[in-house]
């Protein structure tokens, strides 16, 4: 399930606000000791993230499914998309899983029940909010109060949701909107990784900084197949040439 954008957030008593976490969305899934993580694209990122797979099957319960977010945390709360793509160069960040639904628990599909009866028995499995696992926390206040806050601290945005909302697998629903807060910079299209002859994974991007290009990230989100396609066509002169290495702080 996704959420549709919005300009601004829905107000009232049917709807609660949560962070819009900058990280990897991904599905938990403890079938007895037989634990995965998927990703959005149903890829299995199982061995990428040991210690929360660890966790996981550490916890009590035989039969779950989580969706939630993957996030690398700084030793005050912040999230980081950069440090979580570059795990190894920031290895003092904690990887950590946001949970922010539980869709299956020990044979009960959960899907139908309002949202607010998932998340109770969510944060009955994920009582802590500083461990690998965590269920994601409800921002109290108005729209405003809470975006005011949100922005205040430097994250992402901002996710709203109706208190009785059922949850409908591969939808972008109204009954969940997300609010970005801007926060722009431009970039420089150092290269690309491709995806096979003919399509492209991500875009590798950089800034300057004090007059030295510094390597930013990936940029995988927001194209459609055909759009890839044809930016593998006009990137093709960059397959062979190495125009950037990321140097060293």
């Given at each position: 399930m996704a959420a549709q954008p919005v300009k601004t957030l829905?107000?009232?008593?049917?709807?609660?606000?949560?962070?819009?976490?900058?990280?990897?969305?991904?599905?938990?899934?403890?079938?007895?000791?037989?634990?995965?993580?998927?990703?959005?694209?149903?890829?299995?990122?199982?061995?990428?993230?040991?210690?929360?797979?660890?966790?996981?099957?550490?916890?009590?319960?035989?039969?779950?499914?989580?969706?939630?977010?993957?996030?690398?945390?700084?030793?005050?709360?912040?999230?980081?998309?950069?440090?979580?793509?570059?795990?190894?160069?920031?290895?003092?960040?904690?990887?950590?899983?946001?949970?922010?639904d539980l869709l299956h628990r020990d044979g009960t599909d959960l899907t139908g029940r309002p949202l607010e009866a998932r998340r109770a028995l969510l944060g009955d499995l994920l009582p802590d909010q500083v461990g690998t696992l965590r269920a994601a926390t409800e921002l109290k206040g108005t729209?405003?109060?809470?975006?005011?806050?949100?922005?205040?601290?430097?994250?992402?945005?901002?996710?709203?949701?109706?208190?009785?909302?059922?949850?409908?697998?591969?939808?972008?629903?109204?009954?969940w909107v997300k609010l970005r807060l801007d926060s722009q910079q431009e970039f420089v299209i150092g290269g690309y990784r491709p995806d096979g002859a003919d399509s492209l994974d991500a875009l590798l991007v950089g800034f300057y900084e004090g007059g030295e290009l510094r390597f930013a990230g990936k940029v995988r989100a927001g194209f459609i197949t055909r759009a890839r396609r044809d930016l593998v066509e006009k990137l093709k002169p960059l397959r062979d040439v190495s125009l950037y290495q990321p140097s060293r702080r």
């Open positions: 829905p107000e009232g008593p049917d709807w609660l606000y949560e962070v819009k976490w900058d990280g990897y969305r991904a599905l938990l899934i403890k079938d007895g000791s037989r634990v995965q993580i998927r990703s959005r694209n149903d890829k299995n990122l199982t061995a990428m993230y040991p210690g929360i797979a660890a966790a996981l099957q550490r916890l009590k319960v035989v039969r779950a499914v989580f969706d939630g977010e993957i996030v690398a945390l700084a030793d005050d709360g912040r999230p980081s998309f950069q440090a979580l793509q570059h795990r190894g160069s920031h290895a003092h960040w904690q990887i950590v899983f946001c949970a922010f729209a405003a109060e809470v975006v005011e806050a949100v922005r205040g601290v430097g994250l992402e945005g901002v996710v709203a949701k109706r208190r009785n909302s059922v949850y409908t697998p591969g939808e972008r629903s109204a009954d």
